[in-house]
């Protein structure tokens, strides 16, 4: 069995940072893909960012509303993504999900987190 565990997030102010992180655990043959989606009230969940395996961060691929704001990167000996958010809006308060494409065995499968509250506010 396969999961996601999300940490990181919280209240910050309007300009602040935060920094998520997403370790993955379980039966894990290799992992491809990962990345982070975003759910805001009322809202259909949407893409944020997400880095191939074996990349460079140079590969990653980001939401054009968080271009330039927020890092993607991974830890590959820890099963780990993490997101570095700065220069926070108010509009970037969601849920935040990890995704990931992790093969356990002969099978490669889209696994997710239990979601991080991130909320900007003053």
């Known amino acids: 069995q396969v999961q996601l565990v999300e940490s990181g997030g919280g209240v910050v102010q309007p300009g602040g940072s935060l920094r998520l992180s997403c370790a993955a655990s379980?039966?894990?043959?290799?992992?491809?893909?990962m990345g982070w989606y975003r759910q805001a009230p009322g809202k259909q969940r949407e893409l944020v960012a997400t880095?191939?395996?074996?990349?460079?961060?140079?590969?990653?691929n980001y939401a054009d509303s968080v271009r330039g704001r927020f890092t993607i990167s991974r830890d590959y000996a820890k099963n780990t993504v993490y997101l570095q958010m700065n220069s926070l809006k108010s509009e970037d308060t969601a849920v935040y999900y990890c995704?990931?494409?992790?093969?356990?065995?002969?099978?490669?499968?889209?696994?997710w987190g239990q979601g991080t509250q991130v909320t900007v506010s003053s």
């Open positions: 995704n990931a494409r992790i093969r356990v065995t002969a099978m490669t499968n889209t696994y």
């Open positions: 379980g039966s894990i043959f290799s992992i491809n893909a």
């Open positions: 880095i191939p395996t074996g990349g460079s961060t140079n590969y990653a």
